[in-house]
């Protein structure tokens, strides 16, 4: 089993930045790609970011991209979100989470995530 482990979350002014942590521990091999989601009140929960762990192949969803980075500390087990140019549409819980079949954007495709954390950007 793998387990995710997140912080970073808070409250944070339009225009500013924000870094979640999302660290892995158990059968943390096993991992071939991590993603982040993210689930406003009332929504769906939709892909933000994912990163492929061997080579650090990225993918973004149109909303967020060229705002927010992905990446990953290997011998730390452990994946970031950096979050640029944050827009009150941004808020929400953002979800960490891990699989075994490489980039996808599909949660449907991940098998491990982490208990949220909540994101709030003041308008």
């Known amino acids: 089993q793998v387990q995710l482990v997140e912080s970073g979350g808070g409250l944070v002014q339009a225009g500013g930045s924000l870094r979640l942590s999302c660290a892995a521990s158990?059968?943390?091999?096993?991992?071939?790609?991590m993603g982040w989601f993210r689930q406003a009140p009332g929504k769906e929960r939709d892909f933000v970011a994912a990163i492929n762990w061997s080579d650090t192949t990225t993918y973004y969803a149109d909303s967020v991209k060229g705002r927010f980075t992905i990446t990953r500390d290997s011998a730390k087990n452990t994946a970031y979100l950096l979050m640029n140019s944050l827009k009150p549409e941004d808020t929400a819980v953002y979800y960490c989470s891990a699989g075994a079949y490489g980039l996808t954007t599909r949660k449907e495709n991940y098998s491990y995530w982490g208990q949220g954390t909540q994101v709030t950007v003041a308008s």
């Open positions: 158990g059968r943390t091999f096993s991992i071939d790609a």
